[in-house]
């Protein structure tokens, strides 16, 4: 397990990839904005993303409207 800062509060998470933490949230990678130690990320980016105890994650939820 690894310890992680999700959205300002502790959380441990089996996931060791931010695309398996999307998946072990069952949040679809096409509809969330990604922020991994400050830094957002693009969607090619989260494939490569790696987690490690202590990283501070954000997630966002994106909503089209008009």
Not at 45 to 51: I, V
Not at 53 to 62: A, F, H, M, P, T
């Amino acid at each position: 397990m690894v310890s992680i800062q999700l959205n300002g509060k502790e959380r441990f998470v089996e996931a060791l990839t931010l695309v398996e933490l999307l998946k072990e949230l069952k949040l679809p990678i096409s509809t969330v904005l990604v922020e991994q130690n400050g830094l957002a990320l693009l969607r090619s980016e989260l494939e490569k993303a790696s987690l490690k105890s202590g990283d501070q994650i954000e997630i966002l939820s994106v909503v089209a409207g008009g």
